[in-house]
């Protein structure tokens, strides 16, 4: 029975999201209704102590960078940039390989240690503006970028920085940059096949007739300026924000060492407070090098901002509030729901598996589906699990750094469901619904699952690491 209330709350969540209600308001409610049908008397305490916390714990975060990346994408949008890098990469590749385009350009920033978020609120000005002047539906967007941002780049290719390549690290003992070999042939296998299905989409609203579309929502401005910037020039904030980020992220630690801490009032004896650096250097970095992309922007497009800043910003921030609260919800749920008696029957039936590579594997990618979050779902996962998965792994003579890659990879699986936070921020900043878009992006959440059981068959046809 408490298995059946979890997966149902998580259906529910999924059904509503695709409905396009809001999962600010529906997310709380789907949790707590687990828990009351769990044992009532805990409704309130986990409402405040657990689905709070957590909720308001990841706004204290990543607010700033929602906020940040929501500022830049409008600097992007309303300087012009966008439209020159749109104009230079039609005379380059084409109006027919738009969707290339975008999936490079949000590859090299993911890559590059640029939070997914960001991604999306810095791609989407020239990825609307490219898509209008290719005809290319605008449904198609989520899945373009999804591919760019979501999968190869964030958990695939060897030493990318983000949170999912990083987390298996503490757990098996390894670095960043394990199964280069595997890494790198999953990463290819992903980005080739996602293409192929985007291309395939985009022949058939072509055969169709069916163009980029009309009444849309949250479609960026037209640029009202006059000679529109070099392409280096308009390109230059987004190398700036990826270069900072690498640099951030490695200097922040030798200015400020293990922790900081300060007095918050001169007033009194109150306690001081600590920051601990290791835990914070990511989010500073991306803080800072989003700051110096909106300054690089600001320079070299001072005079078509500066008019109509005021109204952007506003603009900007409504659409990072509305973001940043939607993944937050959806974060308090995952914390709910991995709570319950219910999940604790799911983790401990995936334990049964008796492949090693296929029980972490499906360990991974289910509870990440369930909890909405890949860092979290494999989190969970590994802090449960990851003492049978090196103990199997050694009995079978499994590398490390294979468990490494496999649980990276699984863990950007079925993340994607409906009520992922990165898939309803997608959403919100394209201004598309889940009934419009989310068929694509689905697609490609099938392609990145599947490209983890491609690795491990890959592993134990050749031995490749």
Not at 358 to 377: C, D, F, Q, R, Y
Request: aromatic share 10%.
């Amino acid at each position: 029975m408490s298995f059946l209330i979890v997966l149902a709350a998580l259906c529910f969540l999924m059904w509503v999201a695709y409905r396009g209600h809001s999962v600010i308001l529906f997310a709380p409610i789907a949790a707590l209704g687990a828990v009351l049908l769990t044992d009532p008397a805990l409704v309130a305490p986990m409402f405040t102590g657990l689905f709070m916390d957590k909720m308001v714990g990841f706004l204290k975060l990543y607010f700033p960078v929602f906020l940040l990346g929501a500022v830049f994408g409008k600097l992007i949008e309303i300087s012009g940039f966008s439209k020159s890098i749109v104009a230079a990469t039609i005379r380059v590749v084409g109006r027919q390989r738009a969707m290339l385009s975008i999936v490079l350009v949000c590859a090299l920033l993911t890559y590059g240690g640029v939070s997914l978020f960001v991604v999306v609120f810095a791609v989407y000005p020239f990825a609307a503006e490219l898509f209008r002047q290719s005809d290319i539906p605008k449904r198609l967007m989520p899945g373009t970028i999804a591919l760019g941002a979501f999968t190869f780049t964030m958990d695939a290719l060897p030493g990318t920085p983000q949170i999912q390549n990083i987390i298996p690290t503490t757990f098996f003992g390894t670095n960043s940059w394990a199964a280069p070999v595997l890494g790198t042939l999953g990463g290819v296998f992903i980005l080739s096949v996602g293409l192929l299905y985007l291309e395939w989409r985009r022949r058939i609203a072509l055969r169709n007739g069916e163009g980029y579309g009309s009444d849309l929502r949250n479609e960026p401005e037209p640029f009202h300026g006059g000679e529109l910037a070099h392409p280096l020039i308009a390109v230059l904030p987004l190398l700036l924000v990826g270069v900072a980020n690498f640099l951030l992220t490695r200097w922040i630690p030798h200015w400020y060492g293990d922790s900081q801490s300060f007095v918050p009032a001169v007033i009194g004896n109150p306690a001081p407070v600590v920051q601990e650096v290791a835990k914070l250097a990511a989010i500073w970095a991306v803080q800072g090098a989003l700051l110096v992309g909106i300054a690089c922007v600001l320079v070299f497009a001072w005079k078509p901002v500066i008019g109509r800043f005021a109204e952007g910003s506003r603009n900007a921030i409504g659409g990072a509030l509305l973001a940043s609260m939607n993944t937050a919800s959806e974060y308090g749920f995952g914390a709910v729901i991995a709570a319950l008696p219910g999940f604790l029957l799911v983790a401990n039936a995936l334990q049964s598996i008796p492949n090693p590579l296929v029980n972490e594997a499906i360990s991974v990618t289910a509870l990440a589906g369930i909890t909405g979050s890949a860092s979290g779902g494999m989190s969970i996962a590994l802090a449960a699990m990851a003492d049978t998965f090196i103990a199997n792994a050694n009995a079978a003579g499994i590398p490390m750094e294979v468990l490494h890659r496999v649980a990276s990879m699984a863990s950007g699986g079925m993340d994607t469901l409906p009520h992922n936070g990165a898939v309803i921020t997608l959403l919100a900043v394209t201004g598309l619904s889940h009934r419009q878009a989310y068929k694509d992006v689905f697609a490609i959440t099938l392609i990145k699952t599947t490209a983890v059981f491609v690795v491990i068959g890959l592993y134990y046809a050749t031995g490749l690491v």
